[in-house]
């Protein structure tokens, strides 16, 4: 483990030093830009943004609990092809883990990225979001962290947290190039820096920070967290199977769905280019609907929805962090994150995978192995 | 090819002939495959399992490259190739000429059923009376007379045993579409008609002749036969001269205006004899004095039913033949000691019947029961039987047992669960094939097979449970007691009992022991010019050598030709497909067109349902019923319907084998063919017919009925999709690259260049020939160095080799039919060059060791140091009177943890030698097991009776050396006489086995990967020994694995025929069903890259495409599958098309 670093809070003014110290790395000479949350013109919207000035800064705001879209979408296109500059970039830890899935599908390259990541309290579903900071924009993301970070509950001001977040079991940033904490700290004096890999160690040492040893309260204060959110999850995961269990109840589970996409859309994982439900896959014949609801007496339109949502479990749940973009993004509330944290369990761990974990995990379906799943395929017994 | 010089015959139809053939074929020959059991296979076709893989792969034989060629399907149902013209349950009954000009008669045995007509529905079966033993499950169950001759042979699959029918015809009435002729049976089939005007006379010649099985029908009159003639066909007339009315002669001349073919014998009195010889000017052939005896007139009607038969002979010419007619399994029940009581005792059997019960298809499906039902858990299996026993006059081993009973063993632990014992006994286990010792010791550590060393006696059963109690005797000679369920007796080799028969008509040489006598350094040639040999007919092979020897002896096949036409094999234009219409942009109307097969199928079709489901899509236009689609008026027919009717695709339903004719009636009619899918009806019937549910017949029919819409609607599916792809092609540059000058680079290199086409040879060091320079003579004794001088003076003058010495291969780029080669020559010098097809034979050396003192001890030799001064005056000045051989030095252990399958070899032909050299000499040779297989056996036994003393050493107890003043000093312990011993030894000599020369970057450059013991790493250990899994590459020789001379040389062969099936071809042209990629689609996530198994796949970086080389590509799916959308499809196999089958099939 690399060496621990102390931020100094300036003037108790949290915000305004982490927007110091963005500001510091932007200032630092090959890095070209900072990709941050921005609180922009209507304020109750924060979205990345890309930085070049370091006076923009002064609008980043990584610690609001607003998470409108997943970046490593936007990292993807940052990095698909090499620009031949490099960005510095503040994600939450699913968006990291988001964004090495896809470098590992070539979506998106580390190589010209220098990730900083904070520990995460959670955001609101967008709509929440914008009632809480409707008031006081300016001072609703300091009014929830301390909230958020003194109290146990998931909910802040009578407002509950995304679903994907009240069930989170990773909410510091592991694969971040530099971390950001504050949990278990008294973070009106200071927040950690810690560089987790050579690449930041290069960048730290010429940001002048003091070294800290790690306060013996933050191991306590990330178990605690850690382990009321696998309860959570756990729970969540059984009622989940148990509305789910049987094609009848998926079907009825999935009633909703209009085939907007609009999940589709959201998730960070889904990459293709062009959905292979916008293709001529499915453009079906008009003779086909009628044979079909012909056959059964009766057909639901639109058709094949139940097919589009294990089809994109096929693809992704192998690859779901869990961020729970998809639910913020259904018209209808259908509980899609549910859906796809509970298949991913199974999923993930049969192949053992965790993903955004490491870059050098190749996703489970590139990979054969011709004795795996021997009751499975069919060839249980043999060796 | 020269068609002067005619097609090439294969005899035999197991592995090797269809390897053989497939090679040939593939190569632009016309191959003639002669099979004597009614379905090819040969003795593979009763095992569903091989090692290492416990799976079949039989299917791994077809092509890769060009698959449209022939059929891609499971080889145990049958083989199809365009070249390939297959004469099943066909005997060769004459071979005459010479290489270049062999004429050949084949005759075939009926079958008495109409393959056409039977829809297999087995309603024969049911009513016929005789039950007679299954060949097929080895004996262990009934067949009826009728019968299906192997379980998974669709075609063709009922036919009647002559032998056990007794002609009652009750299958003849039972047959629901008149497949059955039991005429059609031997004499059955010749039709004899008798015309006599006295009775007693007519009458009893008639019974005489039906008695031997003609058939016979009789004429009272002149006139009565003359109608007859006129009505129905014989082959045979009896007529007798006087008689009322018309009389013998002029019936004589009228009969043979009505039927100018048959032949006549006249029947005649005494008197009338000079009438008879004057008959025969009209055309009779012979006469029989009355009154004649039964005797004189049969040995007549049979001299004439004899030339029938041959006169319906085909007769071929064939320019070369390969003979792999396979070798006979031992009969333990022929033993006159007989211990184990086979054939006695149920609860024995023969390592062939124990693969039948392991088989779903067997006699117990499957489920490993006993005669009397038990379910079996203990198991022992006795090695050599029939093998390695002089007192049977078989001085040989079979070579294969061992592996067979591993992997038998491994497959009862399989189907009964873990708790089955299972016990293997036997003097040495031979596992020196590529992997067999690994896939040993994983049967030992993680099968818990036992492997006990020890002679099994005797075998008692026990009273009440009929267990067998065994008596066996260990190493140390103590005698033990085991308990088993079942005795599995590995049963060896003999050569087929026809061998002096075929030998004397085809002119090969027999061995000692009466197998096929090759010549020496060529397992494939025999001693006439033209027979080549594979497989098990010079002795009992597994697959992977089989397969290798057939590729051998095909390559000499085909060099034959080549050589004897003069006219080298011109490239084999892939077939030209005239430009088509562009109809993709329209939508699909498809012509369907259904065939009966002439009417077999009508009792089971629904022809309206069918009319009624296929008029659902729009897609159809038109419906048309066929009783005779592939042939005469129907086809034509077709043809007028599809030009009237403009169909912009077609859908024909009949059997798939007629496939290719209504691709050809398609572009007769002006369609493009690839728009144009069959659609196989008599499959789904043949298995609804053939299941084993208990249905009556109107059930049944009615599920035929099902079975037949839903493979009809499929074929819709397909064709309504259907896309008029070209195939692309990559031009094949006809050159090859062959790495290393050993006697395995050289064979290859010549081989390719005796067809024609020139070859780079590239050597490392200064002089070619390999490990060969310092080998003097082989355990058969022929001499090495002439043989390495004819084939270095053959290379070095052949106008299209060129060797490069001091050279070495830098890169290979490209793919097959076209990888650019650097070649590093001497003083810096590169050289770039094209290839079509690359060999690797960079061979291997003994591997250096510093064990037991080797290095410091000047006593301690190894087996080439001991060669060379046996063969220097070194070893000459000194008096040896003590040699100790230590065998598997470094090897079969890690790190090393493989037989070398020539040191046990080497160190007898040593010992043989030392011996003559040496009379006095007493010589020690310590080993784990001896590896003397084959007829390599007869000098183990020589060596024993020549005093060497083999003394077994394990693991755990591994001899010591120690120097000693002069030599050295051995410890040993002797298990024999449960003893450590001490040996004063002049010289140690050390077998250290092989290390190939091939290191990573190697492997790198060709594209190759190294097995886990660093030797070349084949497709596949088994159906595809010498192929890399980088197509057209190829690795032959001791880089490969361990082998002799002979071996290396069949093995390099190999690898020239499979670098000539690239060679011959102008261009490689993918098949039909590849993967293709939708680039606007594509999110070049790669994944297609990694999951593809063929490297088939790359990323163009500069166009930011990814491209698939279609010939590499084997259209396995496997990028469709992990394509998350559809972005990389397989021709034939699209997403909506395959939606749309789902929906058929759960309809």
């Not at chain 2, 045995?109 to 087995?122: L, T």
């Not at chain 2, 002729?181 to 059955?188: E, S």
């Not at chain 2, 039919?817 to 060059?833: C, E, I, L, R």
């Not at chain 2, 939708?1078 to 999110?1083: A, K």
Request: hydrophobic fraction near 40%.
């Amino acid at each position: 483990m690399s060496l621990v670093r102390k931020l100094a809070i300036d003037r108790q003014d949290i915000l305004g030093t982490v927007q110091g110290f963005l500001r510091s790395i932007l200032t630092l000479e090959d890095i070209a830009v900072v990709l941050a949350p921005r609180r922009l013109a209507e304020k109750s919207v924060v979205m990345p943004a890309l930085i070049t000035q370091p006076d923009c800064l002064s609008d980043a705001d990584p610690l609001a609990p607003a998470f409108f879209l997943n970046a490593a979408q936007m990292m993807s296109r940052l990095t698909r092809r090499p620009s031949g500059q490099k960005i510095a970039v503040v994600l939450r830890p699913c968006e990291i883990r988001a964004f090495i899935e896809l470098v590992k599908f070539k979506q998106g390259a580390l190589e010209d990225v220098l990730i900083i990541g904070l520990d995460c309290l959670g955001a609101y579903p967008n709509t929440v979001y914008r009632r809480f900071a409707a008031a006081d924009p300016d001072g609703s993301t300091l009014r929830f962290f301390f909230a958020a970070l003194s109290g146990v509950s998931e909910t802040v001001e009578g407002m509950e947290l995304a679903s994907a977040c009240r069930v989170c079991e990773h909410p510091f940033p592991e694969g971040a190039d530099i971390a950001i904490g504050f949990m278990g700290i008294s973070p009106l004096d200071y927040l950690l820096v810690q560089g987790q890999t050579p690449k930041a160690d290069a960048y730290l040492a010429q940001v002048k920070l003091e070294p800290v040893a790690i306060p013996a309260g933050r191991g306590d204060a990330v178990a605690s967290r850690v382990s009321s959110r696998v309860q959570a999850r756990d729970a969540m995961i059984s009622r989940t199977h148990e509305a789910t269990g049987t094609p009848e109840k998926l079907a009825a589970y999935l009633t909703g769905c209009i085939n907007c996409y609009n999940c589709r859309n959201a998730c960070p994982i889904c990459y293709c280019r062009e959905c292979v439900f916008c293709t001529d896959v499915f453009d079906h014949e008009p003779f086909q609907y009628l044979q079909k609801a012909g056959r059964s007496g009766s057909l639901k339109l639109p058709a094949d929805t139940v097919l589009y949502h294990l089809t994109r479990l096929v693809h992704m749940s192998t690859s779901c962090v869990g961020c729970g973009q998809c639910s913020n993004a259904c018209p209808n509330d259908i509980p899609v994150m549910e859906l796809f944290r509970a298949t991913a369990r199974y999923s993930q761990k049969a192949f053992e995978y965790e993903p955004g974990r490491s870059v050098a995990e190749p996703p489970p379906m590139s990979v054969f192995k011709e004795h795996e799943f021997a009751d499975v395929v069919g060839l249980k017994g043999k060796t | 090819m020269n068609p002067e010089a005619g097609e090439i015959l294969v005899v035999g139809g197991g592995v090797s002939g269809m390897q053989a053939s497939l090679e040939l074929a593939e190569t632009g020959h016309d191959v003639m495959l002669v099979e004597r059991a009614p379905y090819l296979g040969g003795l593979v076709s009763q095992l569903d399992h091989q090692f290492p893989s416990n799976h079949c792969g039989m299917c791994r034989m077809l092509p890769m490259l060009h698959r449209d060629s022939g059929e891609q399907s499971c080889l145990r149902k049958g083989l199809r190739h365009d070249r390939i013209h297959i004469r099943l349950s066909t005997d060769v009954t004459a071979v005459e000429g010479e290489p270049g000009n062999f004429r050949v008669s084949l005759r075939k045995a009926a079958s008495c059923v109409d393959p056409i007509q039977c829809i297999g529905c087995g309603a024969c079966v049911k009513v016929c009376p005789v039950e007679t033993p299954d060949d097929f499950n080895a004996g262990l169950s009934m067949r009826k007379a009728i019968f299906q001759a192997a379980p998974f042979n669709m075609l063709n699959s009922y036919r009647i045993d002559p032998a056990a029918c007794t002609r009652c015809g009750a299958c003849v009435s039972a047959c629901p579409t008149g497949a059955i002729h039991l005429t059609d049976a031997d004499r059955g089939a010749f039709r004899i008609l008798v015309v006599d005007d006295e009775q007693i006379v007519r009458d009893s010649t008639a019974e005489w002749l039906i008695e031997e099985g003609f058939a016979v029908e009789k004429a009272a009159s002149g006139l009565q036969a003359l109608d007859l003639l006129g009505r129905s066909s014989y082959h045979l007339m009896l007529l007798d001269i006087k008689m009322p009315g018309m009389d013998g002669v002029e019936v004589l001349k009228k009969a043979k205006d009505i039927a100018p073919g048959i032949t006549v014998i006249m029947m005649t009195a005494y008197a009338t004899v000079e009438t008879a010889i004057e008959a025969m000017k009209s055309g009779a052939v012979e006469y029989l004095i009355k009154p004649f005896d039964p005797e004189m007139l049969l040995s007549m009607a049979d001299k004439h039913y004899q030339a029938f038969v041959e006169a319906a002979d085909e007769k071929i010419t064939a320019g070369a033949i390969v003979l792999t007619g396979g070798a006979a399994l031992y009969d333990p029940s022929g033993d006159p000691r007989n211990t184990l009581e086979y054939g006695v005792l149920p609860q024995v059997v023969t390592s062939l019947e124990f693969e039948r019960m392991l088989s779903p298809a067997g006699p117990c499906k499957g489920l490993l029961l006993r005669a009397d039902g038990k379910p079996v858990s203990r198991i022992a299996w006795i090695q050599c039987v029939g093998s390695r026993d002089l007192q049977l006059g078989a001085d040989y081993c079979s070579s294969i047992c061992c592996m067979i009973s591993i992997k038998e063993a491994l497959l009862a632990r399989e189907v009964s669960g873990e708790n089955l014992r299972a016990d293997i006994f036997f003097t040495d286990m031979r596992v020196c094939g590529k992997g067999f010792h690994r896939y040993k010791e994983l049967a030992e550590s993680a099968g818990h097979i036992r492997f006990i060393r020890g002679r099994v006696h005797s075998a008692i059963p026990e009273a009440v449970s009929g267990d067998l109690q065994i008596r066996y005797v260990s190493l140390s000679g103590i005698e033990k007691e085991e308990s088993y369920d079942l005795i599995v007796l590995a049963i060896g080799q003999r050569p087929h009992p026809d061998m002096p028969r075929l030998a004397e008509r085809y002119g090969f040489s027999l061995n000692a022991s009466g197998f096929a006598e090759s010549l020496p350094f060529s397992p494939s040639e025999t001693h006439r010019a033209g027979i080549f040999m594979a497989g098990s007919f010079s002795g009992l092979k597994d697959i992977r050598e089989s397969v290798i020897q057939a590729s051998a002896a095909a390559v000499n096949a085909s060099r034959t030709m080549s050589v004897l036409s003069k006219s080298f094999p011109q490239h084999l234009d892939t077939k030209d497909i005239p430009p088509f219409p562009d109809v993709s942009r329209e939508p699909s109307r498809v012509l369907a067109a259904i065939c009966s097969c002439d009417a077999a199928l009508d009792v089971c079709m629904d022809a309206a349902s069918v009319v009624q489901r296929l008029r659902q899509d729009p897609a159809v236009q038109d419906v048309l019923f066929f009783n005779h689609l592939c042939a005469g008026q129907d086809r034509e027919s077709l043809i007028q319907e599809i030009r009237q009717r403009h169909p912009n695709r077609l859908l024909t339903a009949s059997c798939a084998s007629c496939a290719d004719i209504f691709q050809e009636v398609a572009v007769a009619a002006g369609m493009d063919p690839r728009l144009s899918v069959t659609a196989d009806i008599r499959m789904p019937v043949l298995c609804a017919m053939s299941s084993s549910k208990a249905l009556d017949t109107a059930a049944k029919m009615q599920q035929c009925a099902d079975l037949m819409n839903s493979a009809i609607s499929e074929g819709l599916v397909r064709v309504k999709h259907a896309d008029a792809v070209k195939p692309s092609e990559t031009a094949v540059t006809a050159r090859a690259l062959v790495a290393g000058a050993g006697i395995a680079g050289m064979t290859a290199a010549l081989a390719i260049a005796d067809h024609g086409y020139p070859v780079d040879v590239v050597e490392r060091s200064d002089r070619v020939g390999g490990n060969l320079n310092w080998i003097h003579h082989t355990l058969d004794g022929h001499d090495v160095q002439p043989y390495l001088e004819e084939i270095r003076q053959k290379v070095e003058s052949h106008p299209r080799i060129q060797v490069y010495t001091r050279a070495q291969v830098m890169g290979v780029w490209g793919e097959a039919g076209h990888f650019y080669t650097t070649v590093a020559g001497p003083d810096n010098s590169v050289m770039q060059f094209e290839h079509g097809s690359v060999i690797l034979a960079t061979g291997g050396a003994e591997a250096s060791t510093s064990l037991y003192g080797h290095g410091t001890n000047p006593a301690v030799l190894t087996q080439k140091e001991l060669e060379t001064a046996l063969h220097s005056d070194a070893l000459a000045s000194r008096e040896l009177s003590s040699v100790v051989m230590i065998q598997c030095v470094g090897s079969r252990e890690a790190p090393r943890n493989y037989c070398s399958r020539v040191c046990c070899q080497t160190a007898v032909k040593q010992a043989l030698a030392l011996k003559s050299q040496y009379p006095d000499v007493r010589i020690y040779v310590l080993y784990r097991d001896m590896m003397l297989y084959g007829f390599s056996e007869s000098a183990y036994t020589r060596a024993r009776r020549e005093g060497v003393v083999f003394i077994p050493y394990s693991l755990d107890q591994k001899p010591e050396v120690v120097p000693a003043e002069t030599g050295a000093c051995v410890r040993v312990f002797d298990p024999v006489s449960d003893r450590r011993l001490e040996i004063e030894t002049d010289i140690v000599v050390l077998a250290t086995g092989i290390v190939p020369a091939f290191t990573s970057d190697d492997g790198d450059i060709f594209g190759v990967e190294r097995d886990p013991d660093r030797f070349f790493m084949e497709a596949d250990a088994k159906w595809r020994p010498v192929d890399a899994m980088k197509t057209g590459v190829f690795g032959c020789g001791i880089v490969n694995a361990p082998l002799t001379i002979s071996e290396t040389v069949a093995s390099a062969q190999a690898a020239a025929m499979r670098a000539l099936r690239i060679l011959t071809r102008t261009t490689l042209a993918s098949s039909r069903i590849t993967a293709v990629v939708r680039h606007s689609l594509c999110s070049r996530c790669q994944l297609c890259i990694a999951a593809c198994p063929y490297q088939a796949r790359v990323l163009d970086t500069e166009a930011d495409q990814i491209r698939v080389n279609a010939a590499m590509c084997q259209g396995c799916g496997a990028c469709a599958s992990i394509c998350p959308n559809s972005a990389a499809v397989v021709e034939g196999f699209s997403m909506p098309q395959l939606f749309e089958m789902i929906d058929i099939a759960v309809q």
